[in-house]
């Protein structure tokens, strides 16, 4: 299939490819193209220069004093785990080298203690280190869909993604937009033939979450937000104010 012929697609495709979104047999296919056409890896890099740049406007955060603790155990495990190993190693190889006297099964019997000692802490090494990244992997957060919201410049503003495992989305300011203090940004979900349905007001810090389930999102192509009064609209009225950031909501390939 020759992309350059399908422009959307292959923004889609790349835009995908960029954020993560494009998984398995399908990523190895674009990469492939991206290869051998020009224009495909042209478009690919394009989309990360654009997500690149999105994380110079976003302010540094430091890392949990946990996070550093976990990754300082888990190299710790895997230096004390590599040593036991070479040790195990180097006295197997001397073991081998040196005659065997009579009755050397007795020695032999110490060493294989010895080694079956240093199996022991090797054991108990992994499994601390496969408890430290169960942990990680159940504490980190699931991405099931994200969007990039742009305003009317095509600029990035807004990055959304939805966790499923908290039920909340995750709405990351990533431009420099200010609605004032007499006005408020409200996020709406715009569903093919509906109308418009409010997901959330929200307030002016630089991150925030909203609580969500997937009905909320599933099948919902485009994501908007909207310019109202402080507060938002009342519920169930629909938009008032215009349109400041729009965006495809992806469905991100498990």
Request: glycine share 8%; proline share 7%; aromatic share 4%.
């Amino acid at each position: 299939m020759k992309l350059t012929a399908h422009p959307e697609l292959l923004e889609l495709l790349a835009a995908s490819h960029a954020l993560g979104t494009l998984r398995g047999g399908a990523r190895r296919r674009f990469e492939a193209l991206a290869r051998e056409q020009a224009p495909v890896r042209a478009a690919a890099l394009v989309w990360q220069s654009r997500l690149a740049s999105m994380t110079e406007l976003q302010s540094p955060i430091v890392p949990d004093a946990a996070v550093w603790t976990r990754i300082r155990n888990i190299i710790d495990a895997e230096k004390a785990q590599h040593a036991i190993e070479r040790q195990r190693d180097d006295a197997n190889a001397r073991a081998a080298a040196k005659p065997q006297p009579q009755g050397g099964w007795l020695s032999s019997l110490a060493l294989w203690r010895g080694a079956t000692a240093a199996g022991a802490l090797a054991t108990v090494l992994a499994v601390v280190v496969g408890l430290n990244l169960r942990d990680q992997l159940v504490n980190a957060p699931a991405v099931q869909y994200v969007a990039v919201l742009s305003d009317d410049q095509a600029a990035a503003s807004m990055l959304v993604t939805f966790d499923p495992k908290k039920k909340q989305l995750v709405l990351q300011r990533v431009g420099t937009y200010s609605e004032g203090t007499d006005k408020s940004l409200q996020l709406w979900a715009l569903p093919p033939g509906g109308a418009p349905r409010s997901l959330g007001v929200l307030d002016n810090a630089p991150a925030l979450r909203l609580a969500a389930s997937e009905s909320d999102v599933h099948q919902v192509p485009t994501l908007a937000v909207t310019l109202e009064a402080k507060g938002g609209v009342p519920p169930g009225s629909g938009p008032k104010g215009p349109v400041v950031f729009k965006g495809a909501l992806i469905e991100k390939t498990i």
